[in-house]
């Protein structure tokens, strides 16, 4: 229907307490010609090329980060997202987004703090992974530099 911007949710996504005011930030920010925009990702490396601030709010993952909790797309980039989701060959967030944020480096962004954050417990996806099964939730929350305290019902999601 021509929309000019799009926002997908995943159903485990859990905002930021500040998510009015911090957001605010992040559009006053945000370069006119973006592609992605995502609230949150799983980034686990935060080095240079991998994090790359481009201003209070805002870096750039060049590709490396993952996580689809909540994710912004501009009408421009649903075309190229729609055909690698067609494919079926991965999920979306190591597919399809992956592929957006390493074609398009310049014109995705992730904020920061992450406005957004995947729901740590059974419930979630994030489960399957070898470094969520084998680590405490604070060494998860330490990895993707989550401060747990900012989401509420983070604590209540969380399985020992």
Known sequence: DQVETLLILDDDVLFHRNLEELFGK?????PQDWQVLQLGT????????WFEPVSGHLYRTNGAAIGSHAVGLRFEAIASILDHVSRMDLPFDIGALSAMTQA??????????NLAIQ???RTSDINTSRFQ?????DEVAARYRWNL???????RGISA
Do not use: K, M
Request: aromatic letters at 10%.
């Open 26 to 30: 992040v559009a006053q920010e945000l």
């Open 42 to 49: 799983l980034q686990h490396n935060w080095s240079h090329p």
């Open 104 to 113: 398009f480096p310049d014109q995705c962004f992730v904020t920061l703090p």
């Open 119 to 121: 729901r740590l417990g």
């Open 133 to 137: 099964e084998t680590s405490t939730i």
């Open 149 to 155: 305290a900012d989401y509420p019902d983070a604590e």
